[in-house]
């Protein structure tokens, strides 16, 4: 898609090793028990099925359409990296990316992409890393913090689109490492409320909803510090009960072989009461 400055910027590649981790397929599947409904038109880029899709949980009587830049399961649509989405404007009532972001060279333009292709009232789900190992598919440029809703707000309010936050969060993991960053956006400026909120189906911090001011569970610190603080702390009882564990067993020792001598003592001190005459 055509980039601030007129030049070329690719659209995010998805890598055929990619596979969806278990937090992001659990939320999107949440995501569309909230919004889903028959009659829809939704778009998903980054739609390459390896292990899992969000097409799983598409709405029966829904129309869903996948594009990414390379053809195969899950693909309908093939996308020209750098250009534009072959979409018409106001297209899709959903549009849905997930671990795709964190690809993306400038995905400012690829959101405002999605902006421009969404219905008047459409709502755009967007789950990208907030932390993670680095992992080139075939790049790997961005993470995203709990403020980025807003800013993606900002951005596309500056270009003309009138798109609401409805929410936004950073997902707790679960088994694997990821902590996601998860947005719901409402192309509206008005009766954007939800149904019901996505936060409140998986455990999270930083959330930020809509008509509610501050952040609600807030941490400063990310789940991989606060999980090294904790086992820090552990680490700090574990060693200090082993101390007090090696000093109990040295103390033993010590009152044994104190013992003992007092014990080769009283043995002397009779002994030498015995050779003494009377």
């Avoid at 972001?101 to 333009?109: I, N, V």
């Avoid at 292709?117 to 789950?127: A, D, E, F, Q, T």
Wanted: one cysteine or more; hydrophobic letters at 40%.
């Amino acid at each position: 898609m055509i980039s601030n400055k007129g030049s070329r910027t690719p659209t995010p590649a998805v890598n055929r090793g990619r596979i969806m981790h278990d937090t992001a397929y659990e939320i999107g599947r949440h995501f569309f028990e909230i919004y889903g409904a028959a009659g829809q038109i939704i778009i998903e880029l980054g739609s390459y099925n390896v292990n899992g899709s969000l097409r799983d949980f598409c709405p029966a009587g829904a129309t869903y359409l996948g594009l990414d830049v390379e053809l195969g399961p899950g693909v309908d649509i093939r996308v020209e990296p750098g250009r534009d989405l072959p979409l018409r404007d106001d297209f899709a009532d959903i549009v849905v990316s997930t671990s795709a972001f964190e690809h993306d060279p400038a995905f400012w333009d690829t959101f405002l992409q999605f902006a421009r292709v969404l219905k008047p009232g459409g709502v755009l789900y967007l789950n990208a890393p907030s932390n993670g190992m680095f992992h080139r598919y075939p790049i790997d440029c961005w993470r995203f913090y709990p403020d980025c809703g807003k800013g993606f707000v900002a951005l596309a309010q500056k270009r003309g689109y009138p798109l609401t936050l409805v929410e936004s969060f950073i997902a707790e993991r679960r088994g694997e490492h990821w902590n996601d960053f998860v947005a719901v956006f409402k192309k509206s400026s008005a009766d954007a409320w939800p149904a019901r909120f996505l936060s409140d189906t998986v455990p999270c911090k930083n959330i930020v909803r809509l008509g509610v001011e501050g952040i609600g569970a807030p941490s400063e610190l990310p789940e991989d510090m606060r999980i090294l603080e904790a086992l820090r702390g552990e680490n700090a009882e574990l060693k200090a009960a082993l101390e007090a564990a090696e000093f109990r067993a040295l103390e033993a020792q010590l009152r044994a072989r104190l013992a003992e001598k007092e014990e080769t003592i009283a043995q002397l001190s009779a002994r030498l009461a015995e050779s003494v005459p009377s």
